[in-house]
């Protein structure tokens, strides 16, 4: 839902987010392999991250989230339930 509350949990896979707020024009870019989280979290440990209106995005608050499968890691930033 564009600009509205968040229904239900957004599956998508996200690899860019506005910072600081959902108005933010400029994307931030998640990094592309799992071991950079750790850096970038800790880069980024005051700030929010937002699915950015301006990107096409819903305006939800996003999380960072790493899902590791056998071997595979994957990093998304995923809408954070509950905001809206």
Known sequence: MRGGGISGADRRQVQRAALGSAD???????????????AFRHLHESDT???????GGC???L???LYVFG??????????????
Request: contains cysteine.
């Open 24 to 38: 933010a024009g400029d994307p931030l870019m998640l990094p592309l392999e799992a071991i950079e989280l750790d």
């Open 49 to 55: 991250f937002w699915c950015g209106l301006l990107l």
């Open 59 to 61: 305006g939800g608050q």
């Open 63 to 65: 999380t960072t989230k």
């Open 71 to 84: 071997q595979q890691a994957r990093i998304s930033l995923r809408v954070h339930q509950g905001i809206g």
